[in-house]
């Protein structure tokens, strides 16, 4: 196919949560979302960047997006004769870092490319999967009693796992407490890099718990101490923010330093990275799932068109909109049905429209590239 962008348009959303979401480097309760619009031949693909509000996840935060996307991802796409999306992610990788900004225009270009053959976009990727498991990410809460209380209301909802985020202060007494009050439900849980090696025999007093994985425990950008972890405990480690392309993926697997991977489609800089990832885990006999960054709704159809591909063999954190949003920007929003799985939709894109009233009326900044 021909591919040759013609404008490029960035904007900002600003999207109040329906309540906080907290972890362990700092609590959300409004999103700043920077949305991506590519556009050839009338058609427009959406993409959406996943960075956060300030640079406590990665390096990246939502300003950072902004500039990277107009001084140097932008015009390295525009007006450039292309074969499709394949290609203009590896004009992207030029970027170094950035992974977030860039992927949130890959995505669009995937959308686009999509959208241009009359295809789903979950097909054009190669997806398989016609219905995503759905599991939940739980915040941390105001008190263990809040939080059995919400993990309740999900389970009800259909939920089929459930993530409890941990940190020191916030860990072994309230694992325990939810492991008495539901023993058999799946649990994991996300420390997002709050502990350090020093921490090992502490953090191996989780395998009592008998969690199906914890995530990220160490720094974020390490391999090499979380291999020795995973010598010293049980529970199977999942590497998050550590996996931030293939090639941490194969050296994450040769080391021993995971045995599950979480794909987030922004932190590995998009789709064509992410299904990389995916091959490599697949190869090594490794599942992977697919992450969540608090997405609106682009992000969020984005995320369930990459869980198709064949090797995403466990819940996600891709929930229904509702969790998150009072009115999400697609219509339909995403909703998990009473088993816990997202059906996928079989139309061109990304499979969903987007409500542009709302889109308008949430817009905070516009900029046209091109
Ligand atoms: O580590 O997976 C994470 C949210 C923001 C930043 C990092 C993470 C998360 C989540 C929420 O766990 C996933 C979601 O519900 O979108
Ligand atoms: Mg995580």
Redesign the pocket.
Same mark, same amino acid.
């Given at each position: 196919m021909n591919l040759k962008i013609e404008r490029i348009v960035l904007r900002e959303i600003r999207m109040p949560l329906v309540r906080f !979401?907290e *972890?362990s !480097?700092g609590r *959300?309760t409004e999103r700043r979302i920077v949305l991506v619009e590519a556009i050839a031949e009338g058609v427009s693909g959406w993409g959406e960047v996943t960075a956060?509000e300030h640079p406590f996840?990665n390096e990246e935060w939502t300003d950072s997006a902004w500039l990277i996307l107009r001084h140097y991802a932008g015009p390295r796409l525009l007006g450039h004769p292309l074969a499709g999306a394949e290609e203009a992610a590896g004009r992207l990788e030029h970027i170094r870092g950035h992974r977030m900004a860039c992927g949130g225009l890959e995505a669009a270009l995937w959308d686009l490319e999509a959208r241009l053959q009359g295809l789903p976009l979950y097909r054009l990727i190669g997806g398989v999967h016609k219905q995503i498991p759905c599991g %939940? &990410?739980i915040?941390i809460q105001e008190s263990v009693d809040e939080l059995l209380a919400r993990i309740e209301r999900e389970l009800e909802a259909g939920y089929q796992r459930i993530?409890i985020?941990i940190k020191p202060g916030w860990d072994l007494d309230v694992v325990r407490r939810v492991r008495r009050r539901f023993p058999h439900i799946r649990l994991m849980a $996300?420390a997002?890099s709050a502990y350090t090696p020093a921490d090992a025999e502490h953090l191996r007093r989780l395998d009592e718990f008998y969690l199906m994985m914890l +995530?990220?425990p160490l720094a974020h950008d390490d391999l090499l101490d979380h291999a020795e972890l995973q010598r010293k405990i049980q529970t199977p480690i999942c590497l $998050? +923010?550590s996996i931030r392309s293939a090639r941490h993926a194969e050296q994450a697997i040769r080391l021993g330093a995971c045995r599950i991977i979480?794909i987030?489609l922004g932190r590995v800089g998009g789709f064509r990275q992410a299904r990389r990832v995916h091959d490599i885990a697949q190869a090594a006999g490794i599942p992977v799932w697919c992450?969540?960054?608090? +997405?609106s709704g682009v992000g969020r159809a984005h995320n369930i068109a990459l869980s198709t591909l064949p090797n995403f063999q466990l819940p996600g $954190? %891709? &929930?229904a909109s509702r969790?998150?949003w009072a009115r999400d920007i697609i219509r339909p929003p995403v909703e998990v049905s009473p088993q816990g799985a997202i059906a996928v939709r079989d139309e061109p894109g990304f499979g969903y429209a987007l409500d542009e009233d709302y889109l308008e009326s949430i817009t905070v900044r516009r900029e046209i590239l091109g």
């Open positions: !979401f *972890t !480097f *959300t956060g996840y %939940v &990410s915040g993530k985020k $996300d997002n +995530e990220q $998050d +923010e979480n987030k992450g969540g960054m608090l +997405e $954190d %891709v &929930s969790r998150y």
